[in-house]
């Protein structure tokens, strides 16, 4: 069976010009329409004949079109079927919403918010909706809005651990913590239901799932690694080394479940002092080339690399360069499902806006563009009150090796005017960390065959049910933080 997941590696293929007109208008149904006639379309009943025929013709070369072509409209096919799952919200219940969590949030605030792009919109069938997420965005990104809140959260103080954190691996060169975490996935009772109908339909009386969880991955951060309990054996377990690790089960429900795992394991933060070191005078060229559809060498992103690193010939000063641009530049902003984005990257470049994986992701184009090798890595934050997704980088100089760039972190200590803290993140991390991944949109062990939910990153694992993935709200999963040990 393929994968369809490999059809995002031809994102690049742009959409005829008709089909990307419908698509930024919102006519998701009428542009699917069209990428299924031209799915459908044979090359051969449409080839130029002679009008007069001298002898028979070659065959066609192409007698279904360009296959990359053909496996980047099944990406954008599915795109299109998912946007209008993200964007749900008409102006009026948004700014409902943000009356009910906002002290005195009025309507001409909201219109000046919409007119300075702060709130991300489409088109769905022609009418402007709004994202689901974007009264949340709002809040954690405008601390002036944040102050208004009519029931603000207990302030996170896990900040407060990191410099102190920072002063010890300098002093010792690494901090350590022992950290246990409690984590599941299952589809909410409403998809259930409704797969089951569907499966009672062509008479049979259960479902069959196929899960994916993340599990802690081999990695010099990570040791003791244990996996201490599951709610049922898993069908597989991929090995440490997995570039996505995960725990799989494969089922026949009659009854909705949850599929969860206890793991523990040790994480170290080793520190490096990048500004300090002599580079070698020649560098390797590994992990440097494109990866798409993200990590792509588009013209603007060209361009910026050159103009970031001109004059600059010391690989740790250009690295130094991209980060002071990701950091100082990008603005967090939630994102919608990475499965809808084209090139995550350039559109981060452009706008100046992006969450963790999206600045990461950043950075590691405008690195490998340069010629500083540069690879993702990803899972969750682990703090001693709460867990939560999470994505960040590495870079590579010879002779110390691998580093890590943690941009969204970065970002948080710029915005907290805190430069000791925002300079930690060029080159180290913190021992806040579950590390499960350690590529992008790598492959499942075994594959997922079926368009995943989000195939550029595993973070909170992935449902299919009869041949179908799940997606966004139609899964439920949680993180619970059982031990956090500083060591």
Not at 278 to 284: C, L, N, Y
Not at 366 to 376: D, E
Not at 419 to 425: F, G, I
């Amino acid at each position: 069976m393929m994968d369809q997941n490999t059809c995002f590696a031809y994102l690049n293929m742009e959409l005829p010009d008709d089909i990307r007109r419908l698509k930024e208008a919102g006519y998701y149904d009428a542009a699917i329409a069209r990428i299924d006639a031209c799915l459908a379309e044979d090359w051969t009943a449409s080839q130029n004949q002679p009008l007069h025929p001298q002898g028979a013709l070659p065959v066609n070369p192409t007698p279904h079109g360009v296959d990359a072509w053909r496996q980047g409209l099944l990406a954008h096919r599915e795109i299109l079927r998912r946007l209008p799952r993200d964007y749900t919200l008409t102006a009026e219940q948004l700014l409902n919403q943000l009356q009910a969590t906002l002290r005195d949030f009025t309507a001409e605030e909201f219109a000046a918010l919409d007119a300075a792009g702060q709130m991300d919109w489409r088109f769905v069938e022609g009418k402007k909706r709004y994202i689901y997420r974007a009264a949340e965005t709002l809040v954690a990104t405008h601390p002036d809005l944040a102050a208004r809140q009519l029931d603000p959260p207990v302030p996170e103080r896990s900040w407060d651990r990191f410099e102190p954190q920072h002063d010890q691996m300098v002093r010792t060169g690494a901090v350590s913590a022992d950290i246990t975490l409690r984590t599941s996935i299952g589809m909410t009772d409403e998809t259930f239901a409704h797969a089951l109908a569907a499966a009672k339909a062509e008479g049979r009386n259960t479902v069959h799932v196929k899960v994916w969880l993340p599990l802690p991955a081999a990695c010099p951060a990570q040791s003791n690694i244990t996996l201490d309990s599951f709610t049922a054996q898993p069908t597989y377990i991929a090995p440490e080394t997995a570039p996505q690790r995960t725990a799989y089960w494969e089922a026949d429900l009659a009854e909705n479940c949850r599929f969860g795992a206890q793991y523990s394991y040790r994480s170290t933060a080793h520190y490096a002092a990048p500004l300090e070191m002599q580079a070698d005078p020649v560098q390797p060229d590994f992990d440097t080339a494109e990866q798409l559809p993200h990590i792509a060498f588009t013209p603007y992103m060209k361009a910026l690399a050159a103009q970031l690193t001109e004059g600059i010939t010391d690989p740790v000063q250009k690295a130094k360069r991209i980060y002071d641009f990701v950091t100082l530049n990008v603005h967090y902003h939630f994102q919608p499902m990475y499965f809808v984005h084209e090139n995550i990257t350039d559109n981060c470049a452009r706008s100046r806006r992006g969450d963790c994986g999206v600045m990461a992701a950043t950075f590691i184009t405008l690195c490998r563009i340069a010629g500083i090798p540069a690879k993702w890595q990803s899972g969750m934050v682990a703090r001693p009150e709460t867990a939560g997704c999470h994505d960040w980088a590495m870079f590579y100089i010879a002779p110390k090796g691998w580093m890590y760039a943690d941009c969204s972190a970065g970002a948080s200590m710029a915005r907290a005017g805190n430069e000791k803290m925002r300079l930690h993140y060029f080159g180290n991390l913190d021992t806040d960390r579950m590390v499960a991944n350690s590529d992008i949109c790598a492959p499942f062990d075994p594959p997922m065959c079926s368009f995943r939910a989000d195939p550029c990153d595993n973070q909170v694992g992935e449902i299919e049910v009869d041949g179908v993935g799940l997606y966004g709200q139609q899964v439920e999963t949680t993180h619970e933080i059982v031990k956090h040990q500083e060591v």
